[in-house]
């Protein structure tokens, strides 16, 4: 079973004055896929407390996915790139670049995205934006190829 955990970074959703549709869509995603959604949480856009969370959650080896909705746009509080970058090992640009091409075929504005990919030990961590249509097509890209994904960092390396 994939174990995956969902990062919400909002002021807004942080202080409770917006709802976390976003961090939802991605727990309806990965439930009906059969995953399990062992951890959820949000937090403000403040780098460290981004980079914070996805340490603990991937250095804890119960994770497979971390997955994070918000935070990557070109405003100066959008800084989950910036974040998770400092604690990839290895980036994973092919699939930031495809979770962007997925949106962008609906919407042209993807393109704008940061967001960023890649692994810290054996979890895989993805970017998402903020906007539940956003996470939608994310999710679409994420359909295609996070089970091989984890299998690869699970050390099931065979290709038949």
């Known amino acids: 079973m994939i174990r995956i955990a969902i ?9 409770g004055t917006r709802e976390d549709l976003s961090g939802a869509a991605i727990a309806e995603w990965g ?11 949000t937090v403000a856009d403040e780098t460290a407390d981004i980079s914070r969370r996805l340490v603990e959650w991937a ?8 997955v994070t ?13 910036e974040a998770t970058k400092a604690v990839l090992e290895r980036e994973a640009p092919g699939i930031a670049d495809f979770v962007r091409q997925k949106g962008a075929a609906y919407v042209p504005l993807a393109w704008l995205s ?6 810290r030990g054996s979890t895989l961590i993805v970017n998402l934006p903020g906007s539940v249509g956003g996470v939608k097509d994310g999710l679409a890209a994420l359909d295609l190829l996070v089970e091989h994904a ?5 050390g099931k390396t065979e290709h038949a």
Do not use: F, I, K
């Not at 990062?7 to 202080?15: F, G, H, I, P, R």
């Not at 984890?150 to 699970?154: F, G, M, N, Q, T």
């Open 114 to 119: 940061r967001g960023v990919a890649g692994v």
């Open 59 to 66: 250095d804890g080896d119960n994770v497979d996915v971390v």
């Open 31 to 41: 439930e009906g896929r059969g995953y399990a959604v062992v951890s959820r949480a």
């Open 150 to 154: 984890v299998e690869l960092l699970r």
């Open 7 to 15: 990062l919400t970074v909002s002021d807004s959703v942080a202080a």
């Open 69 to 81: 909705t918000g935070g990557t746009g070109l405003s100066a509080r959008d800084l989950t790139p």
